[in-house]
Structures are given as structure tokens and as C-alpha cells.
């Protein structure tokens, strides 16, 4: 028996948007804003003449890599899943369509840099934009997620630095504070290199509110600017000049702190101090180490 797919555009959003407003109480913020929202502008773009899942299925694959497509399809196969367990709709157009496409693996979501490259890269950020440098640094050594390093506030920093509190985020795109992207709070123990970072920066009169990582004009640091601005270009000056062998967004200095710190610490460890579970370690990081050095046998 043939699957019913009849679903327009039209209908499909109003479904999204239900289904965003339920998915709101559950995700966090900059969640629905960066992920859900941009379902939404795709659906809206949606030509009125389609009228089955198999025709949007074609119309995405005409419009978009395949990667997208995929994404979206799911997406759209979630949310008729949900209206059909929430008696707005009595079958789901998208059911099986999701198995037609084959998921795109990535060789460098999880890839770090050496410690040469990582050094490498703070002395030129240091030289070609000094301002931003404690930033890199701080990425580097805590391995935090950049939306927590926004979040940041001196509050959270122990009076003698010797300890930090990361329970915040500050998504670019949100402006406002909301929890870690694991809902949890986590202690982070400070080394005598990070603690001078601190120290340094630190003003001799602290508002507890204010953030550690201020922008260039005041205000909260806006590391989607500093990814595009200073970032990218210090990144791809050093590959050229092949001092770094490959370019990695801001988001990798996490994936080097990870992949350094398992050479010298027990993965359950690692895992607490940025904020992932050891199954997440073990399958992402463990034995990623881009220096192998293989024995004779």
C-alpha cells in the first residue's frame, strides 16, 4: 500500500511553528533561535505548488547540498512525528523518506591542533591582535565552549583565582544569559599559567556582574566577530605560510584542550572538566592524536 504524502509547504510551517513553540520549553533558547528558526526561513522560501513530501523532498535536492537536505528532512520527519502523536495530523507524510539519504562524515569535527600549532597561533593573535589574545589563551587552556567564556563573569572567577564557575552561557546570537549547553554547573581548578591570565587581566576594581572578556568597545565579548575578523584570517596566514597544517574554527580550540589533556589525565576527568560525558570522550577524542609515532614490529 502506497504511503499517503500529501502535505503542502503552507501546512508543513504551521506544523513547524507548533512544534517550535512546544520545542521551546524543553531546548535552550539559542537553540530555537540559531536551529529552529532557520527550519522555519527555509519553509517559508517553499514555492506554493508543492504538494507532497516527495515534492519538497526534490524541490530541497534541486536547492541545496545534500548534508542540508538530510537535515532538513529530518527535522521535518520529527515534527510530523510529533503532530501525529499530538492529534493534529492523522499520518506522517515524511516516514521512511529520512532513510534515503546517507548522513556525510566529516574528517575534522573533532580534530585539534598540535601543541606547536597551538602556541603558533596565540603568538600571532598576541602580535596581530594583542586585544584578543587572553581570549585565545583562555580558550586554549580551559578547552570552554566560546558561548561560556562569554557568559563568563567575575563572580564567577574564586577572589584569588584559583577557581572557575562555569554556569553560564552568552550565545552571539542571543544577547542574553542561559545555561550551560548540559544544563550543569561545573568547577574548573586553575594552573599557575591560567591564573596569571587572569590576574592580568582582572581590573583593580571588579563589578562581580561584569564579564570576564569585554568586547573591543565595551560589553559583552561578540566571538562570532572575533571568528570572522581576527580568527580566520590569523588561521589562514599561518597555513599559508604552512606554520599550521590545516584550518580550524575558534569552536577547535575545545577539541585541542580535549586531545592534549587525555595524555595526562583519566578520561572521567577530562570529560567533568569540559563539560561532556566519557562516552562522548571516548568515542570523539580517545586516540585522535594527530602525532602517532609508530613502533617497529
Known sequence: MAKKRNIKPSRLLVLWRKYTTFQ???????TIARDYHKVERHLEKMPTHLETS????????EKYAGETVRRLIMQFNACCDWAVDSDLINYNPFIGIPRQFRRYRGGS????FTTDERELIIDAIEADHPFYASWAKFLFWTGCRPEEAAGLQWEHIAPDCSKIRFCKALPYEM?????TKTWKTRIFPIN????HLLKVIKPSEVNQADPVFKGIKGGY???HNFQTRQWRP???????????????PQSHTRHTFITLALEHLPVKDVAYLVGNTPQVIWKHYASRSRKIELPEF
Not at 516527495?54 to 535536492?61: E, G, Y
Not at 544577547?175 to 545555561?179: A, G, L, N, R
Not at 590569523?234 to 580550524?248: A, D, F, M, R
Open 175 to 179: 544577547k542574553v544569559h542561559q545555561s
Open 54 to 61: 516527495i515534492h519538497i523532498r526534490d524541490w530541497l535536492i
Open 234 to 248: 590569523t588561521l589562514e596566514t599561518l597555513v599559508e605560510t604552512e606554520k599550521v597544517s590545516i584550518y580550524l
Open 24 to 30: 521551546a520549553s524543553q531546548l535552550a533558547p539559542s
Open 192 to 195: 599557575r599559567r591560567l591564573q
Open 109 to 112: 569535527d573533532y580534530t585539534g
Open 221 to 223: 565579548f561578540d566571538y
